[in-house]
Each structure stands twice: as structure tokens, then as C-alpha cells.
DNA sequence: TGGCTGATTGTTACAATATACCATAAGTGG
DNA sequence: CCACTTATGGTATATTGTAACAATCAGCCA
């Protein structure tokens, strides 16, 4: 698996943040907002940020590459000693806050790239090559659905939607 | 997790047949006519539709609802011996045929309803206390998203489109 | 402070899902 | 028939995730 960034379309970006994040950027920045914001969403709700779950969230931000359970376990396990349940209670409590999103297709876990919309499930672009992943801005239920699944009776509580293929970069280097 | 199914409001039918199917419908006319169009697809494209991948759609097809793969070993381990990667081959022929969905929310298996249009990924309703699924017509690729997919450069090769919530039976008995 | 209470984490064990790898068999074209 | 490709068998193991119960921690109030 390849790894490297694209930039987005200028008019496809939201708040100067490109959709693939280029190499370059400053991701302290991104790091440190993403924990700002997590402990403002904490604070708000009632909820406690603790150690387990703060660390949990620092080592998912160490990119804005999707990561395993069992990858970030062992991470974490450097410091402290980890076992699965303690994890997946940290992983459940995060995205049920919508600070990171889990991605189905391929068992992980990523930052949420848009936290300031109320909460959501996110929208994705999945490079099966080199695995990096595009957060799409945007709801992910569209009126068409909302109108079928309305008409059915079904009342829609979150979505997954992935798209998996490849990546500009991928693609040019190997079409 | 209650059983039951629901009808659709009737524009939003395809070719007669509910979205989430009637549960007095002719079922085996379902089943014949997935494993016919199975039969036409592998010998339109030069592959072997084998006793073992026909089995397995078979069984798939007993019902419209998801499977889990090792249920479908279990059954399929009544008739014939079976070990996990013979059975997890013949699942991923058929769903590269186009001829069964793999639904990642649920990690379950289903008999794709809509097998007539071309070889595509499904969006699907998955009730979360019933476990009925309704697969919705049409592209889960809407233009925008191909748009937004385009314009980074993005090659999209498959997608994932599940809503997870509630049916009107299960909101009903118990909302 | 000290104890109560609910939330959080620790720990063990195990369930559930999926694949690597190599051997064997079955169909296919010469 | 042979050689070749495709498909299946079978063992073992990797990977992902949870049940159940014990221990601990944070906040609160007498």
C-alpha cells in the first residue's frame, strides 16, 4: 500500500481544508482542534473526556490515515497496558460523539474531518491502494432517500457510506 | 429481534415487487428466477456456475433476509462437509457477479432483488430489531458524489450505502 | 472527611468473522 | 490421454469484537 496525499479541487474544500490533506500541512493544527473540540462536546453534554478516552482520540489523530483496532491496542499499549474491551468502550463512547468515525469497509477508525455539524455519519472516499480516505462534506442521506425511506415507514437512524476505489496519485502511478 | 415485513407505498415498487416483500408472496418464484438469472450470468460470461457456489446462492435465497456466513455454513454443512474458506470463496464469486449483496454493517449476506441492472452496488433500509432489509432501487453513486469523486481525481469502484434504523412493523410494536 | 452511587476501567475468557497456505480434484483444450 | 487452468478440500491461524464480572474512580452529600 502506497501512502501520499492529493489536494482537492479548491471549490470542493471546506474551510481551506482539502478533502485529502496534503503532506505538508500543519496536522498539529488538526490534532489540537480535534481535542479542543472533543472536550468542548464532553463539557457540554455532561460527558467525561478521560484519560483512556483522550489518548484514545490522540493516537487516532497521530494522521488522517484510518486505523485498526488492534493497531492503535498495541500503540496504546506501549503506555499502558490495554485489553480489547477497554478499547472498543473508548471507540464506542467517540463515535457516538461523532468525533471519529468507523469505517465498515474496512475495520477502522478515523477522525471525524467535520465536527462542527451536529452529529452525523460521515461520507467517504476510500483508496483500496493506498488506503488514505476523503471525509465528503455533506449529509449522507440524501431527500431521495429520506423520501423512500419515509414512505416505508422506516425511520433512518445512521448511515454508512463508502466508496471504495483509487486515488489520483494511485491511479497514476499504476493505471 | 421480531420477524414480520412490511409493504411498500406502491410507486416505489419495481416491477411489482415490494421493497420490503410481502411475507405471502410466492417466494419460490424469488428463488427460481435469481437462480436463473444466476445460470444466465455465468454462462454470459464464461464462468462456471458450480454445484457448490449454486448451493450457496440457494440458500442465500431460502428468504429476503441477511445471512450470516456461518449460519450458511452450518446449513450448508447438513448436505456436504464444508470448511470456512470454500464457503467464503463461493460468497465472493457471487457478489462479484452481481448476484448477492455483502452488507458491512451487519456482516451478513443477502440474494440481490435488482439483479437485472448492470453490475452494480446496492443501497440499502437495514431495520435494526427485525433485521429486514429493503434494497433500494437505483445507483448508490448519485451524480454529486461523482462530481465531488471526479474532481479530486477519485476512481470509484464500489460502494457501501446502508442505513441502518427502524421498519414501520418495529417502530409500531414498540416505538 | 467518609461513605454512597453511578460511571468507568480492568481482566479473563471466548465468540464471531475471515484468510493463508498447500493439497487435491474437476473441468477444458490440445 | 496429457497438460493446464480453475475450483474445492482441509488445516491451521489471523483478525475482530463482546460477555460477564471485579475493581476502581469521580462526584456528591451528610
Given amino acids: 500500500m502506497r501512502?501520499?496525499?492529493?489536494?482537492?479541487?479548491?471549490?470542493?474544500?471546506?474551510?481551506?481544508?482539502?478533502?485529502?490533506?496534503?503532506?505538508?500541512?500543519a496536522h498539529h493544527r488538526c490534532r489540537?482542534?480535534?481535542?479542543?473540540?472533543?472536550?468542548?462536546?464532553?463539557?457540554?453534554?455532561?460527558?467525561r473526556l478521560t484519560r483512556l478516552r483522550r489518548q484514545t482520540l490522540e493516537m487516532i489523530w497521530?494522521?488522517?490515515?484510518?486505523?485498526?483496532?488492534?493497531?492503535?491496542?498495541?500503540?496504546l499499549s506501549v503506555q499502558r497496558k490495554l485489553a480489547p474491551p477497554s478499547l472498543y468502550r473508548a471507540l464506542h463512547f467517540l463515535e457516538q460523539q461523532g468525533l471519529i468515525h468507523r469505517l465498515r469497509s474496512t475495520r477502522s477508525f478515523i477522525g471525524c474531518s467535520h465536527p462542527a455539524t451536529t452529529p452525523h455519519s460521515g461520507q467517504f472516499l476510500i483508496?483500496?491502494?493506498?488506503?488514505?480516505?476523503?471525509?465528503?462534506?455533506?449529509l449522507p442521506i440524501t431527500p431521495?432517500?429520506?423520501?423512500?425511506?419515509?414512505?416505508?415507514?422506516?425511520?433512518?437512524?445512521?448511515?454508512?457510506?463508502?466508496?471504495?476505489?483509487?486515488?489520483?496519485?494511485?491511479?497514476?502511478l499504476a493505471p
Fill in 127 to 138: 483508496c483500496i491502494r493506498c488506503d488514505t480516505v476523503a471525509e465528503l462534506p455533506g
Fill in 62 to 75: 497521530k494522521s488522517h490515515r484510518p486505523v485498526k483496532a488492534y493497531a492503535l491496542l498495541a500503540q
Fill in 32 to 47: 489540537n482542534a480535534a481535542l479542543q473540540h472533543a472536550a468542548r462536546v464532553c463539557k457540554s453534554h455532561g460527558l
Fill in 144 to 172: 431521495g432517500t429520506q423520501r423512500t425511506a419515509t414512505s416505508l415507514g422506516f425511520a433512518i437512524d445512521r448511515a454508512t457510506v463508502e466508496f471504495l476505489g483509487q486515488c489520483q496519485t494511485c491511479r497514476t
Fill in 3 to 25: 501512502d501520499h496525499t492529493t489536494t482537492a479541487d479548491p471549490d470542493q474544500q471546506q474551510a481551506g481544508i482539502p478533502l485529502f490533506p496534503s503532506p505538508d500541512h
